[in-house]
């Protein structure tokens, strides 16, 4: 069955990096996009940008470009999400979601608690 | 960046037939913004109800149903369940970005 496994929680400091892991399996893991969502407490969801990890070609929304790197690891089947200079406004749930290319999105991690936090 | 509207709440009855819609503050939603609708309850993670305007899934009840209604994409659900009370997302396509909607507080009362 398809399962989309994402890291532990993570406490960091403001000014600090996170790397968030989502483990796939049950599928081929090139054939689908992997993206990025987040959810700031009691807020909407914002979709952060995603990759492609058939080719490691990734898409940024302009908000998070040049603060968050999207990689893959084929060998592994996982996706990674990078987020730097991290502020309290980072605090949030991230998951990670699987696209089938043409907008059918699916699946969905269980979510990653990250909290920005001195 | 296009900011993406829902009703921030509504209200229906068991049994009853609600409607609810999503598109930006101006121009009209296209099957080419390949409309997905979302189900979030509350601490869990969203999960896929419609995609690309009117697709369900194999987990997806036969009462809920996609479409473009007026000019924006809308989510219909027929025969409302109390277990249907939760949070509503859509997501729409941009040349090349995504944007969620602010998402719709269903209550079912």
């Known amino acids: 069955q398809v399962q989309l496994v994402q890291s532990g929680a993570e406490v960091k400091e403001p000014g600090a990096s996170v790397k968030v892991s989502c483990k796939t399996s049950?599928?081929?893991?090139?054939?689908?996009?992997i993206h990025w969502v987040r959810q700031a407490p009691g807020q909407s969801l914002e979709w952060m940008g995603m990759i492609n990890p058939n080719t490691g070609g990734t898409n940024y929304a302009q908000k998070f470009q040049g603060r968050v790197t999207m990689t893959r690891d084929t060998s592994i089947t996982t996706a990674y999400m990078d987020v730097s200079s991290l502020r309290s406004d980072d605090t949030a749930v991230y998951f990670c979601?699987?696209?089938?290319?043409?907008?059918?999105?699916?699946?969905w991690g269980q979510g990653t608690l990250v909290t920005v936090s001195s | 960046q296009t900011v993406v509207t829902q009703e921030p709440s509504l209200t229906v009855s068991p049994g009853g037939t609600v409607t609810l819609t999503c598109g930006p503050s101006?121009?009209?939603?296209?099957?080419?913004?390949?409309p997905n609708w979302f189900q979030q309850q509350p601490g869990q993670a969203p999960r896929t109800l419609i995609y690309?305007?009117?697709n369900k899934h194999s987990w997806t009840p036969a009462r809920f149903s996609g479409s473009l209604l007026g000019g924006k994409a809308a989510l219909t659900l027929s025969g409302v369940q109390p277990e249907d009370e939760a949070e509503y997302y859509c997501l729409l396509f941009y040349g090349g970005s995504w944007v969620f909607g602010g998402g719709t507080k269903l209550t079912v009362l």
């Open positions: 049950g599928y081929t893991f090139t054939d689908y996009y």
């Open positions: 101006t121009g009209a939603v296209t099957s080419g913004h390949l």
């Open positions: 690309s305007t009117n």
């Open positions: 979601a699987r696209e089938l290319r043409g907008g059918h999105f699916d699946y």
